[in-house]
């Protein structure tokens, strides 16, 4: 009888990524402020408190201003159960190495969360923040989208970005391996070609915080090489045969985002999310400026524009031959795997099934391409990264944060391990 009045508790289990300190510059009232994104349920409000203690020893509370990372399209429905959220908090001094963080308003069971100290560099003109791999990426794509943006202007990349790079990049650049800004005439290439296309349009729109730009397939077939190919042995000689894109056309593409990085606080990887201070997102017409989606093709496309891709291969081999010579030299020797084209076809499939989907009213699950079941052609080496973490209990909440990342090997088919909890202040798991 009594399971009739049995319910279940929905408790709050905010996973936090990474905090960092407020940029001074960026305000626009007085305080010391640190920042944090986490990933929440979407169909949750969370309260959080911030706890730091000032230089006399006083504790100092604040409860968390919380956003939603992007209010768009995934905010009217809650087929994705997961969301990004950011969350601001004054806190005692800037000099602070840590805060703690409770869903409660007392200090007992908080969990000490790190703030990532960030690099006193020169500013840069541009970064580039390369997307985490949804299901996996050849190795000559990874090859090819490093060096193209090496070659035509970028001057640092880094994955865990925005808040980490803020303090010293102008301009930042979110993006897949596979999407690249390239003039739409890629025989006008130059080593700054693309600082250049960006501070024109910066000059066009004084008020943007970011640019959205529309993406193009290019009919890109990959070479077909043998197992065991010395990285020193490899050229970019196969984008000759990359002669096709398509045209700009009336449909919206979906976009890639580059934003003034002191006047936004999140990304999406499709979308600018919060701008800050009044400014605005700016989305790019197709035929000013676009990226190049730049992934191998099974589906020929013999129509389109045609591009000559001859300078820029030209560039690329010159730079890449250089660097195996200095920062790749350790590696020059390295043999590499054979190529996966055979997996990237039943990804493609996957892919087209997906955007099926997305034009029904009703879908299966959370449609983005980690879904896809990939099954390996043959049995290679890959290399994969696995998280560790570590959470509060928190009078019936959890709070959990990443610890530490890193790259290990693969299981078979390619998978990546799972992520542990390797730390913990309960017996329940959350």
Excluded at 19 to 46: K, S
Excluded at 186 to 197: A, C, E, F, G, Q
Aim: aromatic residues 10%.
């Amino acid at each position: 009888m009594g399971d009739a009045f049995l319910s279940r508790q929905n408790p709050s289990r905010p996973i936090i990524f990474g905090a960092f300190h407020r940029n001074h510059i960026e305000q626009n009232i007085p305080g010391n402020y640190v920042i944090f994104q986490f990933l929440g349920d979407v169909q949750q409000t969370y309260r959080l408190y911030c706890f730091s203690t000032t230089q006399n020893g006083k504790q100092f509370v604040y409860q968390a201003h919380i956003q939603r990372i992007h209010q768009g399209k995934r905010f009217v429905n809650d087929i994705c159960s997961m969301a990004g959220f950011i969350a601001e908090c004054n806190v005692a001094n800037q000099s602070l190495s840590f805060i703690r963080i409770s869903t409660k308003d007392n200090v007992k069971g908080s969990l000490k969360i790190p703030i990532e100290m960030t690099s006193e560099e020169k500013r840069h003109k541009l970064v580039v923040c390369m997307a985490p791999t949804y299901a996996l990426i050849e190795w000559r794509i990874l090859l090819l989208g490093i060096e193209i943006w090496l070659a035509l202007g970028i001057e640092e990349s880094h994955v865990n970005c925005l808040l980490f790079a803020k303090p010293w990049a102008e301009m930042i650049a979110f993006t897949d391996f596979d999407d690249i800004l390239i003039p739409i005439q890629p025989m006008k290439i130059y080593s700054t070609v693309i600082i250049d296309i960006l501070q024109n349009l910066a000059n066009q729109h004084p008020q943007a915080g970011s640019f959205l730009f529309e993406h193009r397939d290019v009919r890109m077939v990959l070479p077909e090489n043998e197992q065991g190919l010395q990285l020193d042995n490899f050229n970019f000689s196969f984008l000759i045969n990359s002669n096709r894109k398509k045209e700009c056309t009336v449909w919206r593409m979906k976009t890639r985002v580059i934003v003034n990085a002191s006047r936004v606080d999140t990304v999406n990887m499709h979308e600018s999310g919060i701008n800050r201070l009044g400014y605005v997102q700016v989305r790019v017409p197709c035929h000013q400026a676009h990226f190049y989606h730049m992934r191998h093709s099974f589906r020929d496309q013999a129509i389109g524009q045609f591009i000559n891709m001859n300078n820029l291969v030209q560039l690329l081999n010159r730079n890449f031959q250089k660097r195996l010579q200095t920062t790749l030299q350790t590696i020059s020797k390295q043999r590499m795997n054979s190529t996966l084209t055979g997996t990237l076809d039943d990804f493609d499939k996957c892919i087209i099934e997906i955007n099926k989907e997305h034009f029904k009213l009703k879908v299966s699950r959370c449609m983005t391409p980690h879904v896809c079941y990939l099954k390996m052609k043959s049995e290679i080496d890959c290399v994969a990264s696995v998280g560790n973490y570590e959470f509060a209990h928190i009078s019936g909440d959890f709070i959990l944060r990443l610890m530490n990342a890193q790259f290990t090997d693969s299981d078979k088919n390619c998978d990546a391990p799972i992520s542990k909890i390797v730390k913990g202040n309960y017996f329940y798991a959350p």
